[in-house]
């Protein structure tokens, strides 16, 4: 593990404080007691974002998420954090510009789960990883002009952070074709295919390493992969039958071509679930970030998380 850097980031904001993600952030980074933290919410929200009972203050912005509105809720802060879905790609472009021009030394877009959005294959199955390789590129841009100008504004940098499937969430939700209640699972492949995939709180976990670390080169203006752990299917239907000391049913084996080939067609046509299958069947069969360049699991301190405890806290908790 790298020593620790002296920190550099201390105010950070974060939008999308509320979902199921930025919940959890919000909860780590004040939690960490490294951050003063800031949310920043729209002017319609009627949310009030607290921590253990203590209210976490707030910042609003127009409901449009203009650039002005963006720039002077983000002035004086170190970093912005961004942790709500990419409904609006053009708001998270002015996400990233607002925090240029206001100065911001760090921000982590909402990249992270559930597949690499550089990878080509992804980007032609689901617009969504087009979406936030824009956002990437933009923010490349503006760290490379902020470099070259000289100003003040010189220190901008961003880091992206890929995580892989939500785990807990998706055992929850049956995103993961884990199906809780009837003790069912569906496989890709016959289930082998190790892959990726990080708890909410392991992604909240990173995005504070990643702000402690943010004098540390290697966690600026670059892509991160991190995980709680990397498994097969196989290796959670086996872990989910000692949970719940019942043997489960395989309902269904796909053919992981002819699923994404079936619900490509379904999405194509407007199937708005079909393009969750198609995230859910790229993250599983292209999701392995271990060996891959940028895999941070060192550089962050972070070790991967037991499966089966994981596991049990689910089904105790679905």
């Given at each position: 593990?790298?020593?620790?850097?002296?920190?550099?980031?201390?105010?950070?904001?974060?939008?999308?404080?509320?979902?199921?993600?930025?919940?959890?952030?919000?909860?780590?980074?004040?939690?960490?007691?490294?951050?003063?933290?800031?949310?920043?919410?729209?002017?319609?929200?009627?949310?009030?974002?607290?921590?253990?009972?203590?209210?976490?203050?707030?910042?609003?912005?127009?409901?449009?998420?203009?650039?002005?509105?963006?720039?002077?809720?983000?002035?004086?802060?170190?970093?912005?954090?961004?942790?709500?879905?990419?409904?609006?790609?053009?708001?998270?472009?002015?996400?990233?510009d607002a925090a240029a021009?206001?100065?911001?030394?760090?921000?982590?877009?909402?990249?992270?789960?559930?597949?690499?959005?550089?990878?080509?294959?992804?980007?032609?199955?689901?617009?969504?990883?087009?979406?936030?390789?824009?956002?990437?590129?933009?923010?490349?841009?503006?760290?490379?002009?902020?470099?070259?100008?000289?100003?003040?504004?010189?220190?901008?940098?961003?880091?992206?952070?890929?995580?892989?499937?939500?785990?807990?969430?998706?055992?929850?939700?049956?995103?993961?074709?884990?199906?809780?209640?009837?003790?069912?699972?569906?496989?890709?492949?016959?289930?082998?295919?190790?892959?990726?995939?990080?708890?909410?709180?392991?992604?909240?976990?990173?995005?504070?390493?990643?702000?402690?670390?943010?004098?540390?080169?290697?966690?600026?203006?670059?892509?991160?992969?991190?995980?709680?752990?990397?498994?097969?299917?196989?290796?959670?239907?086996?872990?989910?039958?000692?949970?719940?000391?019942?043997?489960?049913?395989?309902?269904?084996?796909?053919?992981?071509?002819?699923?994404?080939r079936e619900h490509k067609?379904?999405?194509?046509?407007?199937?708005?679930?079909?393009?969750?299958?198609?995230?859910?069947?790229?993250?599983?069969?292209?999701?392995?970030?271990?060996?891959?360049?940028?895999?941070?699991?060192?550089?962050?301190?972070?070790?991967?998380?037991?499966?089966?405890?994981?596991?049990?806290?689910?089904?105790?908790?679905?």
């Amino acid at each position: 593990m790298p020593p620790l850097i002296t920190m550099a980031i201390k105010k950070v904001a974060l939008i999308g404080a509320t979902g199921n993600l930025g919940s959890v952030i919000l909860e780590a980074l004040v939690s960490s007691g490294s951050f003063e933290v800031t949310v920043v919410q729209r002017e319609s929200s009627q949310s009030k974002p607290s921590v253990a009972g203590t209210a976490v203050p707030v910042k609003t912005v127009d409901n449009d998420l203009s650039l002005g509105s963006l720039q002077a809720a983000f002035a004086g802060q170190d970093a912005v954090v961004v942790s709500f879905p990419l409904r609006d790609p053009a708001a998270h472009l002015r996400i990233a510009d607002a925090a240029a021009a206001a100065g911001v030394s760090r921000v982590i877009p909402a990249d992270y789960g559930s597949c690499d959005s550089g990878s080509a294959r992804a980007q032609e199955l689901v617009p969504l990883f087009k979406h936030k390789t824009a956002v990437r590129e933009r923010l490349q841009a503006l760290s490379a002009a902020a470099e070259g100008s000289g100003s003040s504004s010189s220190s901008f940098s961003w880091t992206s952070l890929v995580t892989g499937h939500f785990f807990d969430w998706g055992l929850r939700k049956d995103f993961l074709h884990f199906q809780l209640a009837a003790r069912t699972a569906d496989l890709l492949d016959g289930g082998a295919a190790r892959s990726s995939t990080a708890t909410l709180a392991r992604i909240a976990e990173a995005v504070v390493r990643v702000l402690q670390r943010a004098d540390d080169p290697r966690t600026r203006n670059r892509v991160l992969f991190v995980q709680s752990f990397c498994v097969s299917q196989l290796d959670v239907l086996r872990a989910l039958e000692r949970a719940t000391g019942a043997e489960w049913r395989v309902a269904n084996r796909y053919d992981s071509g002819e699923f994404i080939r079936e619900h490509k067609a379904k999405a194509d046509a407007g199937d708005k679930e079909a393009i969750e299958e198609l995230v859910f069947a790229q993250g599983a069969i292209d999701g392995n970030w271990e060996g891959r360049e940028g895999f941070a699991m060192e550089l962050l301190g972070l070790d991967n998380e037991d499966l089966d405890e994981v596991v049990r806290r689910v089904v105790a908790s679905p």
